[in-house]
């Protein structure tokens, strides 16, 4: 399930609406405002919170002369999208980079059942694959067979783990010295699961704090508890020094929009969020990019990123989904491409306008990118810069040659029109976006 399904398609189909005014009007605009608030509340964002934004927004519209050259319904857009990125804790860049020639130590803290453990192994792939060297240290000695998933997944992803000792303060000390010792620049602290009214589990983790000294204390958060978030952040924060939180099972929670906002409502920088079970499945968090996927406008700069990994023509791949330019030629890298960055359900959400596109485009996105790939290396170079040429025969050529079905060759073609038309409707968009400096739109 795509993070916060209901809200991003929500806010789309309200996204939709804006647009196609002619103009926006009081009434228009108190419509606006209504169903903003009711996506927001629905998504579990505490009702004060949702008030307020709803009033700016309201407030911002009515009052406000849009720059220049833009209609004021494409200037709607832009209030909301700078709204919602001030309600998930604003433009401030989100993420730590610790100096690599000095060690990091990151403590986690959270109640049990959060997803600490395997957010600790995640963390840890996560600078890995950025060139960190990365340790891990398994000082939870209350659940069982918590040192043993550690090592598990340690084992996983290449990672050293320290797990040896009774007491977690000084396993948690020991492990780091050694670590350090291995040539580990950030070391992660896996301690154990406590709830916020047991005294003596939270002597222990202030203990722990005390002696270990850490860089960074995450408090990590399961997104399902919603707005519960906050009072669990304030618990921790008498005990510990939390400055950073992770939160966890974001992917199927439809609370997780409360999470978002009550985390970022305790002052704490949400650095991570969990999208799904998957070791690389987490993402570093950045308000201006999840405001901007949710509401359709794509999210290049995490894309691109993607893209240096995949070591992927990072030229070809902004041409390509910044021009309105799109022949079969430029869907065939696409695809070839995608197919190089992970799961095509998450990479297509960081497309502009692809969220937005019909249900059946992206149902069953990787058996069609498998089946696609295939037949478009039967087409002519001559068929793939021009389309039109395809009819009929050319149609049962391609399938025989592919050893596909005709059909499937005319759903490839359906499929690469709806693109090529998105993109083009894309085009007015994104010129109109980057002149409001919205985020997504480069």
């Excluded at 169903?35 to 505490?46: C, F, H, P, Q, S």
């Excluded at 291995?182 to 002696?211: P, W």
Aim: charged share 30%; proline share 4%; with cysteine.
């Amino acid at each position: 399930m795509p993070v916060l399904e209901g809200l991003g398609s929500s806010l789309r189909s309200l996204m939709d609406k804006i647009t196609r005014q002619p103009d926006l009007n009081e009434k228009l605009v108190g419509e606006i405002v209504n169903e903003l608030e009711k996506a927001l509340i629905r998504a579990d964002v505490n009702i004060y919170n949702v008030k307020a934004l709803g009033e700016e927004v309201r407030k911002r519209l009515l009052e406000e002369e849009p720059p220049s050259g833009v209609p004021r319904r494409d200037y709607a857009v832009k209030v909301i999208y700078d709204q919602l990125v001030a309600l998930l804790g604003g433009e401030r860049s989100q993420l730590s980079w610790p100096e690599k020639d000095r060690l990091h130590v990151v403590l986690l803290v959270g109640l049990q059942g959060s997803g600490k453990t395997t957010t600790a192994a995640k963390i840890a792939s996560f600078y890995m694959r950025r060139g960190y060297r990365a340790g891990l240290v398994a000082a939870d000695t209350h659940r069982p067979g918590a040192k043993e998933q550690l090592i598990q997944l340690g084992a996983k992803i290449g990672a050293p783990v320290y797990s040896r000792g009774d007491k977690p303060d000084e396993i948690a000390r020991a492990g780091v010295e050694e670590l350090r010792k291995a040539g580990c620049n950030i070391v992660i602290v896996d301690t154990a699961g406590r709830h916020k009214e047991e005294k003596s589990l939270l002597d222990e983790m202030a203990q722990i704090q005390t002696k270990l000294k850490p860089d960074e204390v995450y408090l990590v958060v399961d997104a399902t508890i919603g707005q519960q978030a906050k009072a669990q952040a304030e618990a921790f924060s008498k005990v510990a020094k939390v400055g950073s939180i992770a939160v966890t099972k974001l992917d199927g929670s439809a609370k997780g929009g409360g999470a978002l906002s009550a985390a970022a409502a305790t002052g704490a920088r949400i650095r991570f969020i969990g999208v799904g079970e998957g070791i690389d499945d987490l993402e570093a968090f950045e308000p201006r990019s999840f405001i901007s996927r949710l509401l359709g406008m794509g999210d290049l700069q995490s894309l691109l990123e993607k893209v240096k990994e995949a070591q992927i023509s990072e030229k070809q791949m902004q041409e390509i989904v910044t021009t309105g330019r799109f022949t079969l030629v430029d869907f065939e890298y696409y695809l070839e491409s995608m197919s190089k960055m992970g799961p095509l359900s998450k990479v297509l959400t960081m497309l502009p306008g692809v969220a937005s596109l019909p249900s059946e485009v992206t149902k069953g996105a990787e058996d069609d990118l498998k089946k696609f790939r295939v037949i478009l290396k039967s087409m002519t170079r001559k068929e793939k810069v021009d389309p039109s040429l395809i009819n009929a025969s050319r149609i049962r050529r391609i399938a025989i040659g592919s050893g596909r079905r005709p059909e499937e060759v005319r759903m490839l073609i359906k499929r690469y029109e709806l693109m090529r038309n998105q993109m083009k409707q894309l085009k007015r968009n994104r010129a109109m976006l980057r002149k409001l400096g919205v985020f997504g739109a480069q």
